[in-house]
């Protein structure tokens, strides 16, 4: 598809997120709405990943970039944390490394327990084959 | 000088100049702490805080660039489509790390604020840092924080999050794709999300599952826990 057309459904398709983002009584961001709304298209096959590949891959590809204003603009909120910079700072690191870790081993360790208990019932059928 | 600061196309051009520093930086040093973004973003802010440049003459362009926030995320719905079979045999372990994750990050952030003396509001505040901005903001007006607080929190947890990923897998040893992935994305939102797209498509596609999935969790925990 052109990249003006790929441009055009991307878009459409925020456009559409934000819209059901507004209407619902909580508050889901509209990029996430969006992001629901594509995976939809893609499994019920009424789009393909071909479709918007181009557009998709520049937006990835670039997605940091993107976030820079978003920095920058801790400047205007600089006056709400001058008073208690350190202690902020310290509970953001050490919650960011929790959390990571917390999420990270959990997966972990529920994908072990999951394979477990499938290889377990893989051997109690074989057994009962015998 | 000033109508040449307040045009869209400075705060562009200084985030692409940035940026780009930031890349051949991040390329020559190969040092985790020279990430593309948080270089481009001290950047930026030294050269507007220098030259006296109003942050709204900055935004004049730098709104421009944001707009694109919305559909990168959205497109991250390829990736998890791609991954779908890995999505559908994993969907518990992913589920059970988002919820773990989320947890930690609204307990972890509210006894640590408790311990370093800092009040109910900026508490309450801070509990949400771990989700991207509009359910932080959301959360926080619902709650009773301060936003501008909120905010500050969210995007230094991002930046962290995307500058410490590839160190933090080493240090939990986390050898599995999908568990670095939604790690990314529970701890960090959709800037870490940036960062673990560039890692690997598994792992963008986890974040990316993963930051929908702790927004909506850390909504319901702040509802049942009543802050």
Same mark, same amino acid.
């Given at each position: ?79 709400? =944390? ?15 490394? =929790? ?32 | 000088?000033?109508? @040449? ?143 501008? *607080?909120? @905010?500050?929190?969210? *995007? ?25 992935? *939604? ?7 959709? *800037? ?36």
């Amino acid at each position: 598809m052109k990249m003006m057309l790929q441009i055009g459904v991307v878009f459409g398709i925020c456009l559409i997120g934000q819209t059901i983002s507004v209407f619902l009584p909580i508050a889901v961001p509209g990029s996430v709405i969006s992001m629901v709304l594509l995976f939809l298209l893609l499994f019920f096959k009424v789009l393909k990943v071909d479709h918007i590949r181009k557009k998709a891959d520049f937006l990835l590809q670039n997605m940091a970039f993107f976030f820079i204003p978003a920095g920058v603009g801790i400047l205007a909120n600089l006056p709400a =944390i001058k008073d208690y910079i350190l202690p902020l700072l310290a509970v953001v690191v050490l919650t960011t490394f =929790i959390t990571f870790g917390a999420s990270a081993l959990t997966v972990q360790g529920v994908i072990a327990v999951q394979e477990r208990v499938v290889t377990g019932k893989i051997k109690r059928k074989d057994k009962k084959h015998e | 000088m000033n109508e @040449v600061f307040a045009s869209p196309f400075f705060g562009i051009t200084l985030s692409i100049l940035a940026y780009e520093i930031g890349v051949l930086v991040s390329r020559k040093t190969k040092l985790a702490i020279a990430n593309p973004l948080l270089i481009a973003i001290v950047l930026c802010i030294a050269v507007i805080e220098l030259a006296h440049i109003p942050l709204e003459s900055y935004n004049a362009g730098g709104n421009l660039i944001a707009i694109f926030l919305g559909p990168a995320t959205a497109v991250i719905a390829i990736s998890i489509y791609n991954q779908l079979s890995r999505l559908k045999k994993y969907f518990i372990p992913i589920l059970a790390g988002t919820l773990v994750g989320s947890l930690a990050s609204v307990g972890s952030a509210y006894f640590l604020c408790k311990l370093f003396g800092m009040g109910d509001v900026l508490t309450k505040s801070m509990v949400v840092k771990s989700v991207s901005t509009p359910f932080a903001l959301a959360i926080s007006k619902n709650i009773g924080g301060i936003p501008a *607080v909120s @905010v500050a929190a969210v *995007v230094i947890t991002g930046i962290l999050g995307a500058v410490c990923a590839p160190m933090l897998i080493k240090i939990f040893r986390v050898k599995n794709p999908i568990a670095a992935g *939604v790690a990314i994305g529970t701890s960090s939102h959709a *800037v870490g999300t940036s960062k673990a797209i560039m890692i690997g498509e598994i792992e963008g596609a986890m974040s990316g599952i993963a930051l929908g999935l702790a927004g909506l969790l850390t909504v319901a925990i702040t509802l049942l826990l009543k802050f």
